[in-house]
Structures are given as structure tokens and as C-alpha cells.
């Protein structure tokens, strides 16, 4: 009985230093934040006239394309772990900064027609971000009254979150003077949910009410797509891009 006893204080009191451990290295912030971003394009062939039937489907060698540019603001709320503190005033952290934000959306169309979604509303951003941690705020013992933070990782977007007459196939489309039935298009879907490379610069300092205080801006970017003209005679491209400026409090420093 006394072993059951002991081997159960000895589990009890390892569990309690490995929850120490946890929270001597995990940080929690929360505040809001600015955000622009655009889309990844998508392409769709173009639909021309043939014979008397009305628009029709004819793949001629060149491509429409749209994308949605977005702007708004968010609330975030950030998960931050110490994975090496190399002294009191650095550190490698794992930060996992959540934003669900209120944004607004707007279709950039570069095309014969138009077919697709008009406006769109709501974004989250889930970016996975490795950090070097200086100063202030890098761990718990830090004592320096100014701290920075540099990163890169990975982000996935759901930009917009909701999108208003965004046509699929099947559907009749409207188009000026004329209907065009399903079996005379083709259309792709904006991509709404999309990863991209993310990039993270930050300053940390105490506010005059003695509170730990972040400012970072955070660039995410996508690779190029090009697409040939309707004149069939240049190649234009388009990025995605998300940009986002924080402003955060450290609740748990």
C-alpha cells in the first residue's frame, strides 16, 4: 500500500513540474489587427461566339482570370512556445497567431465576361510561425524594456469566407443581353482557401500601464500565374499576397 501510495505522489509530482515546465515556456496574446490581402488567381477559358448559338464554350488559346483583393480588420489571438531559450534574452519559439477577421472583398475580373463571384466577406488566418525572440519578452527573465521578433512559416488562408454570386457550372449564367446555358461554359471557382509563405517582423515594449506590448507586421506571398490576353498578344501575371499589421498584449507576462 505504501509503494501504490508512493509510486502514485512520484507520478503526481512529475506531472506537476512537466505542467511547470509547459507554462514557463508558453506565452498567450490576444488584440487586432489590419489586413490587405489578395487571392491566387484562377483561369478559365474565354467563351466566344459560334454560329448563331449564343456564347459558347471554344478553348482558342488564351485565358480569362480572376481574383478577389480584400481589405478589413480582425481580432487575433496568439498560442507562443519557447522550443530553446538560449539565454534570458533569447529564445526559438513556435507562435501560432489566429485572426478571424471582418474584411470586405471585391472580384478583380480580367476577362471577355463576366461570371463570377461580385464580393465576398470574412477571412481567418492560421500561420504557423518560427521565431528568433530578443529582449523583452523572449522569455519570462528577460529585463530588457525593448524586445524584437523576426519569423517565417507557413499560413493557411480561408479569404473571403463567405462569397456572394459565386457561380458554378451548371447554373444559367446572365450576362448583359443573353443567357448562356450550362453546356456552353466553362468556369472555375476563385480559390478561397489557399497556403502561402509567411514572413514576421516585430517590436515588444511596456505601455505605460506596465503592460507587454507587441506591434508586428507580417507578409505572406504566392507564386506568379500568367495568363495570355484576350488580344491573345501579351502575357500579363498576378500574385497573392496577405499583409497584415498586429497590435497585441502579452496576457500571461
Known amino acids: ?25 508558453f506565452f498567450m496574446s490576444a488584440g487586432w489587427s489590419l489586413l490587405y490581402y489578395t487571392t491566387p488567381s484562377n483561369l478559365y477559358p474565354v467563351l466566344k461566339q459560334v454560329g448563331s448559338d ?6 482558342n488559346g488564351y485565358n480569362n482570370e480572376h481574383h478577389f483583393n480584400g481589405y478589413g480588420v480582425g481580432y ?5 512556445y519557447n522550443l530553446v531559450e538560449l539565454d534570458d534574452e533569447m529564445s526559438i519559439s513556435a507562435e501560432v497567431p489566429v485572426t478571424l477577421g471582418i474584411s470586405f472583398a471585391t472580384e478583380v475580373l480580367n476577362s471577355d465576361i463576366s461570371v463570377g463571384p461580385s464580393s465576398g466577406f470574412g477571412n481567418v488566418n492560421i500561420p504557423l510561425v518560427f521565431q528568433f525572440n530578443y529582449g523583452n519578452g523572449a522569455t519570462y527573465n528577460s529585463s530588457g524594456d525593448m524586445g524584437f521578433v523576426a519569423g517565417f ?3 493557411f488562408n480561408f479569404n473571403p469566407i463567405i462569397a456572394i454570386n459565386d457561380y458554378s457550372e451548371g447554373e444559367i449564367l446572365d450576362v448583359g443581353n443573353f443567357s448562356i446555358e450550362p453546356e456552353y461554359y466553362k468556369y472555375e471557382k476563385i480559390k478561397k482557401s489557399f497556403f502561402q509563405p509567411v ?7 511596456w505601455n505605460k500601464n506596465n ?3 507587441e506591434v508586428s507586421l507580417k507578409y505572406g506571398f504566392g507564386g506568379s500565374t500568367e495568363w495570355t490576353t484576350g488580344a491573345g498578344n501579351s502575357i500579363e501575371s498576378h500574385s497573392p499576397m496577405n499583409l497584415q499589421l498586429t497590435f497585441t498584449s502579452i496576457l500571461n507576462y
Do not use: H, W
Not at 487575433?76 to 507562443?80: A, D, K, P, V
Open 1 to 25: 500500500m505504501k509503494k501504490t501510495i508512493l509510486s502514485l505522489f512520484v507520478v503526481l509530482a512529475l506531472q506537476t513540474l512537466n505542467a511547470q515546465s509547459f507554462q514557463d515556456k
Open 76 to 80: 487575433i489571438i496568439g498560442f507562443r
Open 153 to 155: 512559416g507557413l499560413e
Open 199 to 205: 514572413v514576421q517582423l516585430g517590436l515588444r515594449y
Open 211 to 213: 503592460k507587454l506590448k
Open 54 to 59: 449564343p456564347v459558347k464554350y471554344v478553348p
